[in-house]
């Protein structure tokens, strides 16, 4: 164990680097589906990427599902590990605005808060409930989300 604590410098700093980890992990999926030449492709496929990372990666999932950014930015961390949680979401942040300016030619902050329900609150919540449980989220709902997202970037 001591180690663990020579590396990292205490179980806060691990468990950040971990969670760290594990969001780098979903949003590099997210990030690269959000790409695909058809914005409304690409907004379903970048739910997907967020629903199936849920069923893939559950140990990561439930990290996820346990602890927030803010968390961890209230403990005592080194500051290369504070900035990196500062700067975490940045990369979805802009891949969003991307997707809300193929998607609805602007990317005003109602638009972008359209493509993060649709691409992210929504496939999140869908498997959240079975993450908490430690269960695989069912296959059922992967069509479902598909079905919601389109109904939500699709309305109005």
């Given amino acids: 164990m001591g ?4 590396y990292f410098g205490s179980r806060d700093e691990l468990l950040a680097r971990l969670w760290v980890r594990a969001v780098r992990r979903s949003q590099a999926a997210f990030c690269a589906a959000a790409e695909h030449e058809d914005p409304e492709r690409a907004a379903v ?18 990290l996820l599902v346990s ?20 700067d975490l979401n940045r990369p979805v942040g802009q891949a969003l605005e991307r997707l809300s300016r193929r998607l609805y030619g602007r990317a005003r902050s109602e638009d972008v ?15 959240r409930p079975y993450v908490i449980r430690g269960k695989t989220p069912p296959a059922h709902r992967r069509k479902l989300v598909e079905a919601a997202v389109l109904a939500v970037i699709r309305d109005g």
């Avoid at 496929?45 to 439930?62: H, K, P, T």
């Avoid at 950014?69 to 005592?76: F, P, S």
């Fill in 113 to 127: 808060d359209r493509v993060l329900l649709a691409t992210f609150d929504l496939p999140y919540g869908t498997a």
């Fill in 67 to 86: 602890m927030r950014r803010e968390d961890l930015i209230q403990a005592e961390l080194s500051a290369d590990l504070m900035q990196e949680l500062k």
């Fill in 45 to 62: 496929a970048a739910a997907l990427s967020i629903y199936d990372f849920c069923a893939r990666e559950q140990d990561d999932a439930r």
């Fill in 3 to 6: 180690s663990l604590y020579h």
